[in-house]
């Protein structure tokens, strides 16, 4: 019972999470960037309340070092590499690597 619960409150915490980025990425090409950058916190602070991961997608779209909201070309500059997708935080400058999933997966198939 008690297991169900929780399982309930990370459900609702997972779709909160959803609709903060959704409204972070509405206020982002708004302009309203100090808007995004709070509901992107807000996102984080629930994930880390009821142990929610954020999805890979997300985590993209949060610098790594100052948890600014990334929006492209606004405060990120992205770049492709061959395998990997390299994105710079425009606010405090941290370099992220990501591997390039769609590459991998059309690798995987073959
Ligand atoms: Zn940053």
Known sequence: MARRKKGQERRIAAE???VLFQMAEREGHADHLARSD???ELARKIGMRYNVRLPSEYKRR???ECHAYLLPPKTARIRIGESRVVTTCL???AV????Y???QKMRRRQ
């Open 16 to 18: 909160r999470i959803d």
């Open 101 to 103: 999933l769609r590459e």
């Open 91 to 93: 606010r405090c400058g």
């Open 62 to 64: 949060v610098c790594r």
């Open 96 to 99: 992220m690597r990501f591997p």
């Open 38 to 40: 709070r509901y992107v």
